[in-house]
């Protein structure tokens, strides 16, 4: 029986001289499942726009609704600790981009180097989180049954100039503040569940990188894994200035 | 075979004819080879075995709600457990059965072959897919298990956050992984399509199967991720008490619907789109005519994938939305019927003077064409502002979506699963009692829904267990047809699986259809293709067939 | 003839670009630009501007997002595919946007 439309009249298979272990039965070329795996982690990065996409809209939603809540709450996160933060995700996508540049010029020792820093910097992100969500813990501004209120409607005291440090809110739009913490938490939980879950992959990779397997030609897992890491930062370089730097000016 | 006589059906010698020893089934035993498989074509069949054992349970829910309709008084189950059947019954019908229906099934098994491709571009991914889809089933069945959910298939905060305590969680947590088994079949699609064409297969010369199910598969990776997030803000809504839904707390439970509908309105092609790709492939065959139009066929999926993203608000008319909005995505809904008119316009075009024949696959597409029509024609009168106000949350819009997607999407459905049974199994169903279960399904469809438009225009609500006195003829007349839809689809369950034993040999094109997957032995080989294929000739090109046919003659005879 | 078809990696097509290696002086380019970028987007939101200082946020955001998306995932490098499936993804998230702004913004015109 013929099984075939028409017989290809020379096969290419011989023109490749070295084809690669990792090159799956399917693709005809090595160029062919790069691409397709680069095209298909892009797919599944559009996903997740999407997914954080939900987010930024009930942000913008309710950030005008509730524009001196958001203010106010807003002012409570710590800038000094949103930017040092926001430089250590910056260094570990670096890192991570440094990683993929070893993995292409097929430098083992160098590319081992780069994951484990893009990790390190990593946790210390997920560090400095632990501290910012302690410290809402500790004054009641995780949403829920004890959410407290009053430091938006009597807000403390400036000791210098004895006026409040802040614009004091009615107690109905006090109430909003939880709103925006609500929102705060899914998104910064949100972010910080999908650098655990990068955290968890870059010691699989690096553990695969460090018995040489992506430094023979092969470096496709590390480039997209690298697409998903620099996502995430980019989820934080928008996170970052509309949780944190809504109003910093009090006062005017 | 001459195109004169009464069938195309063309079979080998059944004396002499067997199934090809080397093939997909056979390629390697043991229940692990399947669990563990990267074919394409197995985790298909894995898939049928998966929605087909869903659906039952879904018919079930199903028969369950049409008996309590029965009589007018709450007299079988309470209006708790009422709320429970017809919630589960969508839950399992939309994300069990008909989102993955066509693509993962059909459209695992055939669209490689179809392309000239030995395998979807991620075929760990395509397992992983079924592996998620069988997760998050389990999830609904643990679900049912505990004690059922009663929020209706929608979620509506903030019902389904504040005022109910079933189990909102799991089910939502089914819903969920469900989804990402969706995304996966669709991101896996579109790489098959844009990277895995074999030699000369362009854009246009791609059967208008594939072309559906890209643009369906698109929608299902934009689409997904926002019904993701909803659920997920549902399940911390209820879990932890955060405020994004709650208006006790300043939050706006419309924003869930506007999320929601943002999935869920595509989600309705998501469910079409592959089914629309089956009538192309059937109608073309049963009429031996190259699909009036294809160019157009081909950019109206595409363009139904665009503008299903721009008309989700016509299910939140009535919620309290903006009226100007409303206006707007009024206007929008109008435009969406364009894209599916040419479908139905181009079809009905490539019957006109073909030579037609009646075998099952072209009786369900026959019934899908008028049956989709009203479905369509009915959600013109709902996306009219003013008729939307009466006609909503009554039986009308139960009928109406009933039409789209059981008339539409389960007879495309049956008529893709005759239509390749052949190539799937290498053996065909039997012809006459197929033939009888069409007509019985039509006409059990018929009549389960069609008494429902006018109980919904008389204004019978739906997702209620009792009714008026009054409303009891049409209702005793739908529970009838609905017994008659039920034996109308547990005739295929038991015939086809009949036929994987008793059928009759296939052959390679029992059709005389000119796809690339009728080329090949069927069962297909593991490898899809002996050589990979080039192909030099458009879609729907039969007289390349005739020509090939002859060649072969000439050669071989 | 055959090789006029038989094109696996689409060379001649535009869904395919040679693939480019992005060297470190790059890379810690871009790394400096970020964190000046980050720099001046701390510093504006201390300086009152009324309704451009979101505004200006949001508008430093995007474009620490292109140079990432661009440099960092290497999409300047990428086939138009690439680009355009990047593209449609924002797109599609506009059109969230924009859509459920028409309901919001007129359900009360003024008071939004």
Redesign the interface.
């Known amino acids: 029986?013929?099984?075939?439309?028409?017989?290809?009249?020379?096969?290419?298979a011989e023109e490749h001289h070295h084809s690669l272990p990792q090159l799956?039965?399917?693709?005809?070329?090595e160029?062919?499942q790069?691409?397709?795996g680069?095209?298909?982690m892009?797919?599944?990065?559009?996903?997740?726009?999407?997914?954080?996409?939900?987010?930024?809209?009930?942000y913008?939603?309710?950030r005008?609704?509730?524009n001196p809540a958001f203010v106010a709450a807003s002012n409570q996160l710590s800038?000094p600790m949103g930017?040092v933060n926001?430089?250590i995700l910056?260094?570990s996508?670096?890192f991570?981009?440094?990683g993929?540049?070893a993995a292409?010029?097929r430098k083992q020792g160098l590319l081992v180097l780069f994951l484990l820093l893009t990790t390190l910097f990593g946790c210390l992100f997920l560090g400095v989180k632990y501290f910012e969500y302690k410290e809402k813990w500790e004054k009641h501004h995780i949403?829920?049954?004890n959410f407290d209120i009053s430091e938006f409607v009597n807000p403390p005291l400036n000791p210098t100039t004895h006026k409040p440090i802040e614009e004091p809110l009615s107690p109905d739009m006090a109430?909003?503040t939880?709103?925006f913490f609500?929102?705060y938490?899914?998104m910064t939980g949100?972010h910080a569940l999908h650098m655990i879950i990068g955290i968890v992959l870059l010691g699989w990779l690096t553990w695969r990188a460090n018995r040489g397997e992506f430094t023979e030609g092969y470096v496709a897992p590390i480039e997209n894994f690298?697409?998903y890491w620099?996502?995430v930062?980019?989820v934080w370089?928008?996170l970052?200035?509309?949780l944190y730097?809504?109003?910093?000016?009090p006062g005017? | 075979m001459s195109a004169t006589s009464s069938t195309i059906v063309n079979l080998p010698d059944q004396r002499t004819a067997t199934l090809p020893k080397k093939n997909y089934i056979n390629a390697e035993d043991g229940i692990l080879s399947w669990l563990l498989t990267a074919d394409h074509k197995r985790i298909g069949i894995l898939y049928l075995i998966t929605i087909t054992f869903f659906f039952l349970i879904g018919g079930i829910f199903a028969g369950l709600i049409r008996l309590e309709l029965l009589t007018p008084q709450p007299d079988l189950v309470a209006s708790d457990t009422y709320n429970k059947l017809f919630t589960l019954h969508g839950i399992v019908m939309i994300f069990l059965f008909l989102v993955p229906s066509v693509p993962a099934t059909l459209g695992n098994f055939l669209i490689p072959i179809m392309i000239g491709a030995k395998d979807l571009a991620f075929p760990k991914i395509n397992l992983l897919s079924w592996y998620l889809a069988v997760i998050g089933g389990s999830f609904t069945l643990a679900t049912m298990v505990l004690g059922g959910v009663d929020t209706g298939w929608t979620f509506t905060t903030p019902l389904s956050t504040h005022y109910l305590n079933t189990h909102v969680v799991t089910a939502g947590l089914g819903v969920f992984i469900l989804g990402f088994s969706s995304i996966f079949t669709g991101l896996n699609i579109i790489v098959t399509v844009h990277r895995l064409r074999a030699p000369g297969m362009t854009w246009f010369r791609m059967p208008l199967f594939v072309w559906a199910h890209y643009a369906a598969s698109i929608m299902m990776v934009l689409g997904t991720p926002v019904l993701a997030i909803a659920i997920t803000l549902v399940a911390l809504e209820r879990t932890l008490h955060i405020g994004v839904f709650d208006p006790a707390l300043g939050g706006d439970p419309l924003l869930f619907q506007h999320l929601f509908w943002f999935y869920s309105h595509p989600a309705v092609y998501i469910m079409i789109l592959p089914g629309f790709g089956v009538i192309s492939e059937v109608i073309s065959t049963f009429s031996r005519k190259r699909v009036f139009g294809y160019t157009a066929v081909a950019f109206s999926s595409v363009a139904i994938a665009v503008f299903g993203f721009l008309v989700w608000e016509h299910h939140m008319f009535i919620m309290g939305v903006s009226n100007y909005s409303a206006l707007v995505f009024s206007l929008l809904t109008m435009l969406v019927a364009v894209p599916s008119a040419i479908k139905i316009f181009n079809w009905s075009f490539t019957l006109q003077k073909g030579s037609i024949t009646f075998e099952t696959p072209m009786m369900y597409a026959l019934a899908f064409i008028g049956l989709f029509t009203i479905g369509g024609l009915t959600g013109i009168f709902l996306g009219s502002l003013g008729m939307d106000v009466h006609l909503t949350e009554t039986y009308f819009i139960v009928a109406h979506f009933h039409y789209v997607m059981v008339g539409g999407m389960l007879m495309a459905y049956l008529a893709g699963l005759h239509f390749w049974w052949p190539k799937m199994t290498g053996r065909m169903y039997p012809e006459a009692v197929s033939k009888l279960s069409a007509v019985v399904s039509f006409i059990g469809f018929n009549l389960t829904f069609m008494p429902q438009f006018i109980l919904g225009y008389l204004g019978m609500p739906r997702r209620y267990h009792a009714y008026p006195a009054e409303f009891q003829v049409l209702n005793v007349l739908s529970t009838a047809g609905a017994t008659v839809l039920g034996v109308g689809f547990l005739m295929p369950a038991i015939y086809l699986v009949w036929s994987l034993k008793y059928g009759k040999i296939a052959g390679n094109n029992p059709w005389q259809a000119t796809g690339l997957e009728w080329q090949i032995q069927s069962p297909p080989l593991t490898e899809n293709f002996v050589e990979s294929p080039v192909i030099d000739y458009e879609a729907y090109d039969y007289e390349w067939l005739a020509h090939k046919t002859e060649q072969e003659v000439t050669t071989v005879g | 003839m055959s090789s006029q078809y038989h094109d696996p990696a689409n060379v001649n097509n535009p869904e395919h670009a040679e693939h480019h290696i992005v060297g470190p002086g790059t890379y810690i380019a871009i790394y400096v630009t970020l964190l000046v970028f980050t720099g001046i987007t701390v510093g504006a939101a201390f300086i009152d501007l009324g309704v451009l200082n979101p505004i200006i946020a949001v508008g430093i955001a995007c474009i620490k997002a292109t140079i990432v998306i661009l440099f960092f995932m290497h999409v300047i490098y990428q086939s138009k595919l690439i680009k355009m499936t990047v593209g449609a993804g924002f797109f599609t998230f506009l059109i969230l946007l924009t859509m459920t702004l028409t309901d919001y913004i007129s359900r009360a015109w003024g008071r939004w």
């Not at chain 1, 029986?1 to 290419?12: F, L, P, Q, Y």
């Not at chain 1, 799956?24 to 070329?29: A, L, M, Q, V």
């Not at chain 1, 892009?42 to 009930?58: C, N, V």
């Open positions: 029986m013929d099984n075939t439309i028409v017989a290809t009249h020379d096969t290419h799956r039965h399917h693709f005809e070329t160029q062919q790069r691409e397709a680069t095209f298909g892009w797919l599944f990065l559009l996903t997740e726009i999407m997914f954080f996409g939900g987010l930024f809209f009930a913008l939603l309710y005008n609704w509730y800038i930017t926001t430089a910056i260094s996508g670096f991570m981009a440094l993929v540049w292409e010029v949403p829920g049954a109430k909003k939880q709103v609500s929102l938490f899914v949100m690298g697409l620099h996502f930062d980019i370089i928008f970052f200035p509309l730097l809504i109003n910093r000016h005017t």
